[in-house]
């Protein structure tokens, strides 16, 4: 099915390609990781958008879904967008778009790879195995990218590799992602969940694992009324659930459901401390000197499905547990800022909310 998608997606791109030039100053944002658009390429929306004179396409994941509500919007990707996308002088992306495989970019189109997660933490692309068609397609999609920006000036290598791409081609530019905590003042949940009010509130937010049967047990390996006795009526724990993850969550004034809540961004801002398992939210909780305790029940089994680039144990700005008692006592623990700022100092060399800017600067020269 998916390769009937993309030939027909590039019969429509590439006959535009052929017949029309390439118009300035049009951008097309591809958001195959994010429907909201707010992540990095939220971020560069915000410094065009500032700039002026900008002709912009969106494009999300949505636009594939094949359904019958979903009609309009289908043709809309097929017959308009593609029109958009063969002629925009810019292209932004924040994930693998395997359609481009097949499309013939023009050489006056500018793509660039902003990814959707800033630093190295578990490998991605070409560093972790793949089935060789997924492979070969992914090649051919990251043939056609001009720029892969990246956080800091450690992580060049490891973006080069995961997307095939020269190092030289590689920009250390600061992630456009992380410029909203820069710009951005300390969100209030409370006037969404009242329960927070005067609370340490405690954001838990898994990735997802490989089989429907791990990921229906995530919430199953956290006992939420035993964390809840043990730390006491001033904690209360907001769950954020990955869009992968199918699970019923049964809220019960402690334990609370935010998978629906649409920036991901405010949560991370307005919550004290982070628990996560192998999620490069982690980054964010460090870059604002917060606090993250690593849930890491199964780690041995994940490490050996997906790996990280160092040992994890040792790498992580925070410490690993294994079990609700061992996940309150640590919740409670001083901050470990030193091993966070160690941290922070190898993912990110920017702190000052100008990443959008540097990127556009750079792109646009």
């Known amino acids: ?58 494009i999300s994941r949505q636009d594939l879904e094949i359904k019958a509500r979903n009609i309009f919007r289908v043709i809309s990707f097929f017959v308009f967008k593609s029109f958009k996308l063969a002629t925009a002088q810019y292209v932004y992306l924040n994930d693998n778009f395997l359609p481009m495989s097949v499309l013939n ?48 000036a450690a992580v060049v290598p490891f973006y080069a590799e995961a997307f095939g791409v020269d190092e030289s081609r590689v920009l250390p530019l600061g992630s456009p992602r992380a410029d909203y905590f820069f710009t951005e003042g300390k969100k209030s949940l409370e006037g969404r969940y009242p329960v927070l009010k005067g609370k340490k509130v405690v954001l838990y937010a898994p990735t997802f694992r490989d089989t429907r049967e791990e990921n229906e047990a995530i919430l199953g390996k956290l006992d ?40 991901v961004r405010e949560l991370i801002s307005a919550c004290d401390i982070l628990v996560t398992d192998y999620s490069s939210i982690c980054m964010d909780f460090a870059l604002l000197n917060k606090k993250t305790v ?23 700005p925070g410490k690993a547990v294994r079990t609700t008692k061992e996940l309150a006592e640590e919740i409670k623990a001083p901050f ?10 190898f993912n ?18």
Request: aromatic letters at 16%; charged letters at 35%; proline letters at 2%.
């Open 1 to 58: 099915m998916k390769e009937f998608i993309y030939s027909v997606y590039a019969l429509f791109f590439n006959i535009y390609a052929r017949l029309f030039k390439v118009k300035k100053n049009r951008v097309a944002l591809v958001s195959m990781h994010n429907e909201g658009f707010k992540d990095a390429l939220g971020s560069v929306y915000e410094e065009l958008k500032k700039r002026g004179n900008t002709d912009f396409v969106f």
């Open 294 to 316: 690593f849930f890491a029940y199964d780690l041995e089994k994940y490490t050996a499905d997906r790996d990280f680039y160092f040992d994890y144990l040792s790498y992580i």
């Open 105 to 152: 970019i023009k050489k006056d189109t500018t793509v660039v790879q902003l990814w959707h997660a800033e630093g190295v933490f578990k490998k991605f692309g070409f560093a972790i195995p793949q089935e060789k068609s997924v492979r070969e397609r992914e090649k051919r999609a990251n043939e056609k990218i001009d720029f892969v920006v990246c956080s800091s």
């Open 348 to 365: 990110f060399d920017f702190f000052d909310g100008e990443s959008a800017r540097r990127v556009v600067d750079r792109v646009e020269r």
């Open 224 to 263: 939420p009324e035993g964390l809840c006795g043990l730390l006491g009526d001033g904690y209360a724990l907001l769950v954020k659930l990955h869009p992968q993850i199918h699970t019923d969550i049964k809220e019960n004034g402690f334990f609370i459901d935010a998978t629906d809540y649409e920036d």
């Open 336 to 345: 470990d800022e030193e091993r966070n700022e160690k941290f922070v100092k």
